[in-house]
């Protein structure tokens, strides 16, 4: 199974705390803080709800 890389690029300062939930669920809390996770259905609707405040690239 594929992973992908995530990386907070944005404040979570202001946001909703919906996404600020969605953001900690994945693993980041600060800005420059980078995780791996699988690349799968339930981890896409994370990144869908808050692309605006991520950089996202799919490892192999």
Do not use: C, H
């Not at 969605?22 to 709800?49: V, Y």
């Amino acid at each position: 199974m594929a992973n992908i890389k995530i990386k907070l690029v944005k404040s979570l300062n202001g946001r909703l705390q919906k996404q600020i939930a969605t953001a900690e669920s994945l693993g980041l809390r600060k800005i420059g803080d980078m995780t791996t996770q699988p690349d799968n259905p339930q981890t896409r609707g994370k990144i869908a709800k808050i692309g605006y405040l991520l950089q996202v690239e799919e490892e192999k």
